[in-house]
C-alpha cells in the first residue's frame, strides 16, 4: 500500500455496516488492524428475548474486559469519540425482530440496552412480515407498521437485507426516516434470493438510505473464486446505479463460525435442513478475507480511480449521515 491510501485509511471514518464473526478478543484485535473506527455487530440473529438479553450480557462484559479495543456506540457522537481513541465503536444490532416476540415495548427495551441497528425479518416469515426465502410474500403486517413507526420514534436504523421485496418496499415507504440494506448487492449482478433487485436499491437511495456492498462469496458473482477487485467491481455497479452519495461497505464477515453455525441460521423453524447451499467451505474474496484486511480496500478505491471524497463517504460518511438522521430525536 503506498503512502497517500495509507494516509487516507488512517484519517478515515471506516465503517462496516454488518459484521456477524465469532466474536473474540482475536477479532476486536483484527479490527483494530484494519482500522475499523466502528461496526454494525450482530447479537440476535433467530434468539427470543430471554437469548437475546443473554448475548448482550456478553457484550457488556468484552466492553469492560476489552476496554483498549471496543467501546459501545449509542450515538454519533460515539463513533467520532471512537476514532478519536483509536478504538473500534461496536454499534450492537439484530438481525431479527424475534428478539421483540409479540411484545411491541420490548424495543424500548433493547433501545435503552444499546440497540441501535434491527432488520425486520430473516430468511422466513415473522410477525413484522415475510424474509427472501419465503414462499409467498405477503408484505407488511399491521404488526410490522407498527414496529416501524416505534422504530422511527426510538432512533433506530431499519434494515432489509434479508427481507422479502414486497415486504421491503412496504417498509421503505412506511418509515419516515432513511432505512439500509446493511449487506447485500444487485441481484442483478448476481442472481441470488439474497440480493436485491435493482427497484429496491434504488428506493432505498431514494429514500436517502444506504446499501452496504458485501464481500459474502455466495453473493458475488465468481463466489469462493473472488478477489478485491471482484468486490470493487460491485461498488461500482452499485455508484453509477444509485450514485456514490448511497453506496456503503457491509462485509457481513462471519470469521471463525463453524459449518453447524451457517446450519442453525440457514434451517430457522424447518425440521428439513439449511434453506441454501453455500458451497462450504466459503472463501472471502482474496485482497479482502479479515477485518484486519480493510485497508486494502481503500487502496484498491484509490487505484480504480476514486476520489478521496468519494472513498470517505463509501467508507464510513454516507452510513454515518444516515445514522445522524435516524438516531437524532
Keep these: 500500500m503506498d503512502q497517500n491510501a495509507k494516509d487516507l485509511h488512517e484519517s478515515t471514518i471506516v465503517i462496516d455496516c454488518l459484521e456477524i464473526s465469532n466474536w473474540s478478543e482475536e477479532i476486536f484485535k483484527k479490527m483494530r488492524l484494519g482500522g475499523l473506527t466502528a461496526v454494525n455487530c450482530t447479537c440476535s440473529i433467530l434468539e427470543n428475548f430471554r ?30 469519540e471512537a476514532k478519536k481513541l ?26 435503552g440496552l444499546g440497540i441501535r441497528v434491527i432488520q425486520l ?14 414462499r409467498f410474500d405477503a408484505g407488511l403486517t399491521s404488526f410490522g ?33 432513511p432505512v439500509a440494506f446493511t449487506h447485500a448487492n444487485p441481484k442483478s449482478l448476481c442472481d441470488h434470493p439474497r440480493n436485491k433487485p435493482d427497484e429496491a436499491l434504488m428506493a432505498v437511495a431514494e429514500k436517502g438510505g444506504v446499501v452496504g456492498a458485501t464481500i459474502f462469496p455466495p453473493f458475488l458473482p ?55 447451499n ?22 484498491a478505491l484509490l487505484n480504480r480511480g476514486y476520489s478521496e471524497l468519494n472513498i470517505q463517504k463509501i467508507m464510513g460518511g454516507n452510513i454515518m449521515r444516515v445514522l445522524s438522521e435516524v438516531w437524532e430525536k
Design 222 to 276: 465468481a463466489g469462493n473464486k473472488s478477489t478485491l477487485n471482484d468486490f470493487i467491481d460491485v461498488i461500482d455497479y452499485l455508484a453509477d446505479m444509485i450514485g456514490y452519495d448511497h453506496v456503503a461497505v457491509g462485509t457481513d464477515f462471519t470469521e471463525g463460525q463453524p459449518k453447524e453455525w451457517f446450519d442453525w441460521i440457514l434451517t430457522g423453524k424447518s425440521k428439513k435442513g439449511p434453506a441454501l
Design 121 to 134: 425479518t430473516y430468511m422466513e416469515g415473522n410477525l413484522i412480515g415475510q424474509g427472501c426465502l419465503e
Design 51 to 80: 437469548q437475546t438479553v443473554k448475548n448482550i450480557v456478553w457484550w457488556h462484559g468484552a466492553f469492560d474486559n476489552c476496554s483498549d479495543l471496543i467501546m459501545p456506540v449509542h450515538e454519533v457522537p460515539d463513533i467520532r
Design 145 to 177: 407498521l407498527e414496529v416501524i413507526e416505534e422504530m422511527n420514534r426510538l432512533g433506530i436504523l431499519i434494515d432489509l437485507s434479508h427481507v422479502g421485496h414486497r415486504t421491503t418496499m412496504d417498509a421503505i415507504e412506511a418509515s419516515q426516516k
Design 86 to 111: 483509536n478504538k473500534t465503536g461496536i454499534i450492537l444490532g439484530f438481525q431479527n425482530t424475534s428478539a421483540i416476540e409479540d411484545n411491541l415495548d420490548l424495543l424500548t427495551i433493547f433501545h
Design 278 to 299: 453455500l458451497n462450504h467451505p466459503l472463501k472471502n474474496p482474496e485482497g479482502i478475507e479479515s477485518t484486519a484486511d480493510f485497508p486494502n480496500l481503500t487502496s
